[in-house]
């Protein structure tokens, strides 16, 4: 599984501070890496806080493992 995750995983510089104000300081930079990366999604267990900034970007979604596997499945 982690040579899949691996294998459409890329390198991105972060060059700015957005700070979209999430409710645990620790985890702005989780959004600041999506939205430089230009991600589709971050994928997470801890939806309660980093849904809900004050900043929102609306091409990123906020989903668990579990939602990640069914919007990107695994090609056969």
């Known amino acids: 599984m982690f040579d899949g995750l691996m294998s459409r995983c890329r390198w991105v ?6 700070r979209p104000n999430l409710p645990d300081e620790g985890d702005n930079h989780l959004i600041e890496l999506g ?3 230009q991600a ?3 994928v997470t267990r801890n ?3 980093v849904a809900r ?3 929102m ?3 990123l979604r906020v989903l ?3 939602q990640c596997l069914e919007a990107f ?4």
């Open 53 to 55: 900034g004050e900043l």
């Open 40 to 42: 589709g999604a971050i």
């Open 13 to 18: 510089e972060v060059f700015y501070a957005w």
């Open 64 to 66: 668990t493992p579990e």
């Open 57 to 59: 970007f609306p091409p």
């Open 35 to 37: 939205v430089a990366a």
């Open 47 to 49: 939806l309660r806080d």
């Open 73 to 76: 499945p695994c090609p056969p």
